[in-house]
T-cell receptor, first 111, second 114 residues
C-alpha cells in the first residue's frame, strides 16, 4: 500500500527558481529517501534522512524531516532545465529495506 | 554506491509468454528487491529476493506469477509468467547498502505485453 502522499502532484517553474516538494507519510519510520526519475527510467538516489535528523543538504538539495507531522520536504535551489523529472519520497519503517513510495511530484523546469 | 544493471532494458512480448529479467550488482549486498511501476504510477514492492532461499512476496504478488531467484549476493532474476497486457510496467530491482541503509535502483526493464 502507498504510505506517502506528495504534493504538489505537478510543479512548473522557470529556470533559476526554487522548487519545493512535500511528502507526508502515515506510520513511524526509520528513514526517508528521495529519488529522481527521468522519463520512466531508473531511479536516481538523491538523499537519505534518518528519523533522528531534521535537515540535510547535498549540493543544491535541502531535505527536511518533521517526524511529529510525519512529513518531509525537498527543496531544489536555483533549478535547471536538467532538473525536470519526477521526484519520489520513500519511507523505510524498520531498516528492513522495504520501501513504501509516495505518488511523486512531476517537476518541469522551463528554460 | 552500488551500481546495478538490468537486462533486458525493454521488451515487447505476446500474452501468455514469460520473460525473465536479470539484475546484476557490482558488489555484494545483503538485500535485493524487485519493484513494479505501472504506467503513470508510483513504485510498488513485489518481493524481497533472499539469497539461497525462497523470495518473500508482498500482498497481492505470488510466486507462481513472479518467480524470483537469487543464487548469490550480486545477482537476481525476476520472471513474469503467463503475461497479460496488465503486466505492462517498468520492473526495477534494487539493492540495499546496509552500512548506510541507502537503497539503489537499477535502470529498469520496460515491459509491454500485447
Amino acid at each position: 500500500s502507498q504510505q506517502g502522499e506528495e504534493d504538489p502532484q505537478a510543479l512548473s517553474i522557470q529556470e533559476g527558481e526554487n522548487a519545493t516538494m512535500n511528502c507526508s507519510y502515515k506510520t513511524s519510520i526509520n528513514n526517508l529517501q528521495w529519488y529522481r526519475q527521468n522519463s520512466g527510467r531508473g531511479l536516481v538516489h538523491l538523499i537519505l534522512i534518518r528519523s533522528n535528523e531534521r535537515e540535510k543538504h547535498s549540493g543544491r538539495l535541502r531535505v527536511t524531516l518533521d517526524t511529529s507531522k510525519k512529513s518531509s520536504s525537498l527543496l531544489i535551489t536555483a533549478s535547471r532545465a536538467a532538473d525536470t523529472a519526477s521526484y519520489f519520497c520513500a519511507t523505510d519503517r524498520d531498516q528492513g529495506g522495504k520501501l513504501i513510495f509516495g505518488q511523486g511530484t512531476e517537476l518541469s523546469v522551463k528554460p | 554506491s552500488a551500481v546495478i544493471s538490468q537486462k533486458p532494458s525493454r521488451d515487447i512480448c505476446q500474452r501468455g509468454t514469460s520473460l525473465t529479467i536479470q539484475c546484476q550488482v557490482d558488489s555484494q549486498v545483503t538485500m535485493m528487491f524487485w519493484y513494479r511501476q505501472q504506467p503513470g504510477q508510483s513504485l510498488t514492492l513485489i518481493a524481497t529476493a533472499n539469497q539461497g532461499s525462497e523470495a518473500t512476496y508482498e500482498s497481492g504478488f505470488v510466486i507462481d506469477k513472479f518467480p524470483i531467484s537469487r543464487p548469490n549476493l550480486t545477482f537476481s532474476t525476476l520472471t513474469v509468467s503467463n503475461m497479460s497486457p496488465e503486466d505492462s510496467s517498468i520492473y526495477l530491482c534494487s539493492a540495499l547498502e546496509s552500512s548506510y541503509n541507502e537503497q539503489f535502483f537499477g535502470p529498469g526493464t520496460r515491459l509491454t505485453v500485447l
